[in-house]
Each structure stands twice: as structure tokens, then as C-alpha cells.
């Protein structure tokens, strides 16, 4: 199966957010081709695991040095934004636990993919997109 | 009709919003025949709670779900699985957040539940108290019944 996930219209302007922003679509591509691709799911788990965790690892330092990124430019919606990414990353924390403690259900993991992938697409075109339009307008060189 | 727009306006502009960031696609309503045709369909209801309350259920038929997944993901599939039915939750509850955003603009403070997902051909039940959208983009129809109240 074929999954492209990055498309050239997620780019927000801001050359080091969108390098970041390729690199975590990059990791959920590696973490959902694990996962739907065809076969037994004893045999796809320890591959769908291996990337569970280095995408998830990335969901953390990239929501770091973008609120680092939005504290040095003087982003007047830090706050909001930065309660967001605590929000989310509670949720992928709470459901890698959760996935840990019941031993890893298909089931649940395909659920979670589908909210994450749709909850990134949105946040990098509509709430990361605000940030953008603040830079542009001057907010910072 | 001034009271229907409670309703309508936010769930529509939300939609049209959400469509066209995410998936570059352009929404418009037509008009309503009753039904979303004979397909299985995903129907995510989102519970409303606070100065309104009720529900908005969205049902999306098989194929629009599958042609919206491929657009996110660039994945080809034919079955209404579970990745791809949380995907449609999520906007869902995308859609449903700003509009709540847009209904506290109007005086109404508001709160969502989490989305409640099923796959089935059921259809919402009508009452006096509902809004019926049928709204078309490229991925094809789609369905939202809007049922909510002054608390």
C-alpha cells in the first residue's frame, strides 16, 4: 500500500516549522505504512511499535521548538496554542499507555491513527496557519 | 426561519471551512431528498451541552468517506475499517468544535462530547426541532441533521 502523506500546500511560510512539520508527516508515514499494510498483525506489531515510538517521540520535540520558535517571535496566541499541543500530546501519551497496558488491539491502534493523522492535518493548515499569517505580517523578521 | 439560523450557519461554515483546509474541496447544499441514497454510511453523532443543547449527526455515505480518507492519506481502500471511520470522526469533531467557536460569537456558550461513531444505512429521525443539510463537494454528499434546543 501506498501512503503519500506530505503535500507542498502543509508548507506555512516558515522554512524551519515546515522542515520540522515534512519530517513528523514523515514518521506518521513510516508509522501507518506499518500499520496498513497487509498481513498477519503479530507479524506487522513489533514494526508498528518501532515507529509508534519514534513518531511519537517527534510529536514532543517538535511541539517544544515550535512553542520556542512562538516565545522568541513574541507569538501573541502562545498560550492557546501551546495548550493544544498539551492536549494532544496528552492524547498520544495516554493512548500509547493505553495500547501498552491492553496489549496492543489492532483494533484501538487503527482508531488512533485515523484521529491522529486527521487532528496534524488540521492543526499544520488551520491553527499553525494563524501563526503564519502573524509572521508575515510583520509580527517578526 | 431567524431561528433556524442558530442552527444551520455555523454547521455550515464550518464544514465549507474545514473542507476546503484540509481537503481543498468546495461545499455546497443541495437540496434535500430525505436520504443519502442506499449506501452504508458513517454516522458520527457529537452531543451538544451548555446555553443549547442536542446533537448534530453527520453521515457520510461509503463512498465519500473512502474518497476523503484517500485524499488525507493518498490510501486506496474499499472498506469502511476503523482508521478510516475515526478519520471521519475526527473531522467531525473538527467541524463541530469551530462551531461552537462560531455560536459562542453569537451569545450561545457551548461544550462538545465525544464523537459516537457507527456504520450502518439508518437514518436520523426528523422531528420539529431538527435541520436537515445536504451538502455536496468533491468527495460526494454528505449529510448533517442538526437537532438542538435552547436549554
Known sequence: MVITLWKEKYKIGIPIVDWQHKELFDRVEQFLTALRKNGNWEEKLPEVKKTLVFMQNYVVTHFANEEEY???????????????????????????HDF?????KEKEIQKFAGVLLAWLINHVVATDLKMSKYVQKGGVS | MAEQKFKTNPFYDATKDVFKSMLDMDISELKSNGQTGQEENVKIEIALVGDLSGSTIYSFPKSTTLNIVKSLSGMETDTLDDFATSMLGEIANIISGNAVTALSGMNYKCDIKPPQITVGNSAANKDENSVDMLLHSQAGVMREHICLAKS
Open chain 1, 70 to 96: 512562538q516565545k522568541k517571535i513574541g507569538y501573541p496566541d502562545f498560550k492557546k496554542h501551546q495548550q493544544i499541543h498539551k492536549e494532544f500530546t496528552n492524547y498520544v501519551m495516554k493512548s500509547a
Open chain 1, 100 to 104: 501498552e497496558q491492553e496489549g496492543y
